[in-house]
Nanobody, 122 residues
Framework: VQLMESGGGLVQPGGSLTLSCTAS????????MGWYRQAPGKQRELVAT???????NYADSVKGRFTISREDVNNAVYLQMNSLKPEDTAVYYC?????????????????WGQGTQVTVSS
């Protein structure tokens, strides 16, 4: 299963960006989709996740500012980021976990996108 991200860029503090990620390949199911980020010199951290039941989970640092959503018909997940701060600057990675088709029983996968840079600066 492959993930393709888009939507990163440079934005001023207080601005907004929307990240998109689409999964493709031999998908039997996508149980969890999410966004993680890694700032220079720091470990990769969870930003937000959403399950097949559309429940969501957010890092405390982004609650109230970021919104994750998924569009099952397109195997897509989005991250709407508002009120961006300089500390949100990082490479943002899409993640998806589920089961792949092509074998029985289906095999689990845990896939990552290539990452998209988000820079918040004036």
């Amino acid at each position: 299963v492959q993930l393709m991200e888009s939507g990163g860029g440079l934005v001023q503090p207080g601005g907004s960006l929307t990240l998109s990620c689409t999964a493709s390949g031999s998908i039997y199911s996508i149980n969890v989709m999410g966004w993680y980020r890694q700032a220079p010199g720091k470990q990769r951290e969870l930003v937000a996740t959403t399950t097949s039941g559309h429940s969501t989970n957010y890092a405390d640092s982004v609650k109230g500012r970021f919104t994750i959503s998924r569009e099952d018909v397109n195997n897509a997940v989005y991250l709407q980021m508002n009120s961006l701060k300089p500390e949100d600057t990082a490479v943002y990675y899409c993640n998806a976990g589920g089961y792949a088709s092509g074998s029985w029983p289906p095999k689990r996968y845990d896939s990552w996108g290539q990452g998209t840079q988000v820079t918040v600066s004036s």
